[in-house]
């Protein structure tokens, strides 16, 4: 081969390297991207699923005082049981806060 076939090989393969390395980059920042969203997804998936653990503990809550018949006890009793109830929801409204 002479020289001028070699140098227009050489800038062939140039503009392919700088092609590739744009391609690169972009790929790169892509996936930067992509992990972000995974990591903020699966944050946001953890907060619904504490939400969700909050929610089933005061639906339990829920029946545990419907099923209370004021008739059966006495009334410091049922207070008793309502202050407990209501101690454990602001326990739950607060880890929802954080």
């Known amino acids: 081969m002479d020289q001028e076939a070699l140098k227009t090989n050489l800038n062939g393969l140039e503009r ?6 744009n391609e690169h980059k972009t790929v790169k920042d892509e996936v930067r991207g992509l992990k972000l969203e995974n990591y903020e997804l699966k944050a946001d998936l953890r907060k619904r699923d504490e939400q969700l653990h909050n929610f ?5 809550i829920t029946k545990i005082v419907d099923h209370i018949n004021p008739e059966d006890g006495s009334v410091s009793e049922l207070k008793r049981k309502v202050d407990e109830y209501i101690r454990e929801i602001d326990k739950c409204i607060a880890h929802l806060s954080r």
């Open 16 to 21: 392919k390297i700088l092609v590739l390395l």
């Open 56 to 60: 089933k503990n005061q639906i339990k």
